[in-house]
């Protein structure tokens, strides 16, 4: 049984952080053209600056990116908690 909760809190913050990159990546291309991309491939996005850039830019709180982010860290909590007391 740990070991499912253990799969399902990856599968949780992996699939967190592919969302949050393209989140990322759209916005940085929606704003910058053809740049936004490359600089979305360069830059990480900051987990404080980015929500205030985008809130100021676009003008609307971005609550999807911090239910994501929820998302992630309740993966890590679940997938943290299933592997306590496991020897593998």
């Known amino acids: ?5 253990r799969v399902i809190g990856v ?13 990322w990546f759209g916005a940085m ?19 404080v600056i980015f929500p ?6 676009e003008g609307v709180f971005p609550v999807v990116y911090f239910t994501i982010w929820g998302l992630g860290i309740a993966g890590m909590i ?3 908690l299933a592997g306590l007391g496991s020897e593998d």
């Open 11 to 23: 599968i949780m913050y992996y699939g967190a952080g592919l969302f949050m990159f393209i989140f």
């Open 29 to 47: 291309t929606k704003w910058l053209g053809f740049w936004g991309s490359v600089l979305a491939l360069i830059f990480c996005p900051g987990l």
């Open 78 to 80: 679940i997938a943290g």
């Open 1 to 5: 049984m740990r070991k499912i909760f």
């Open 52 to 57: 205030i850039i985008f809130w100021i830019v």
